[in-house]
């Protein structure tokens, strides 16, 4: 569920595999990787490019269902195989952390006290980290509540990850 390249330069670190990425094999082939694709306005083809998007998820494989939906990440797998993996990235110049998990694990006592504090004020991570919240589209209420987050976070992503990969000059 993992896919980077040395030459990548942006990493993508999410939660854990759902239930169909599981099964296929592919990270980000589900709903949730539509809604990432579609904030990044990049194509299958560009994303799924290990020398463009590198993709590390918070837990590697699927942690089962509990009553609210998917149970989190396992806990060994980021302390585990994260530093490790990252090493191994020489040309990384922007993470995007997207949901809880990974904002948590990577940015520690920096991040806000809530989710959406942390992903509205995103720039304040810059140039290192990008904050998103996670594009599933169980997050439908958040997304009708906080309307800012497509009117100025998605554009801010889409140029500071076009300008990292060269897709168009902005």
């Known amino acids: 569920m993992l896919s980077a390249h040395p030459d990548c330069k942006v990493l993508i670190i999410g939660q854990a595999p759902g239930t169909k990425v599981h099964a296929t ?11 990432l694709r579609r904030w990044l ?6 994303f799924y490019d290990p020398k463009v998007f590198g993709i590390i998820p918070m837990g590697f494989c699927y942690p089962g ?5 998917d149970l989190p990440p ?3 797998c980021a ?4 530093g490790a993996l990252r090493q191994h990235l020489p040309n990384l110049r922007l993470t995007l952390l997207i949901g809880s998990y990974a904002q948590a694990y990577y940015l ?4 806000k006290g809530t989710l959406t504090e942390t992903v509205r004020n995103f720039e304040s991570y810059l140039p290192q ?3 998103l919240v996670h594009p599933s589209p169980r997050n439908r209420l958040w997304m009708r509540r906080n309307p800012w987050f497509e009117e100025r976070v998605v ?14 000059d902005v």
């Open 25 to 35: 094999g592919i990270p980000w082939n589900d709903p949730s990787g539509d809604n």
């Open 41 to 46: 306005e990049v194509d299958r083809e560009l």
């Open 65 to 69: 269902r509990g009553k609210g939906g």
């Open 74 to 76: 396992r806990p060994e």
């Open 79 to 82: 302390p585990t195989w994260h």
């Open 108 to 111: 520690g006592a920096e991040r």
């Open 129 to 131: 980290y990008f904050p």
């Open 155 to 168: 554009p801010r992503l889409r140029q500071t990850v076009w300008e990292i990969i060269g897709k168009f």
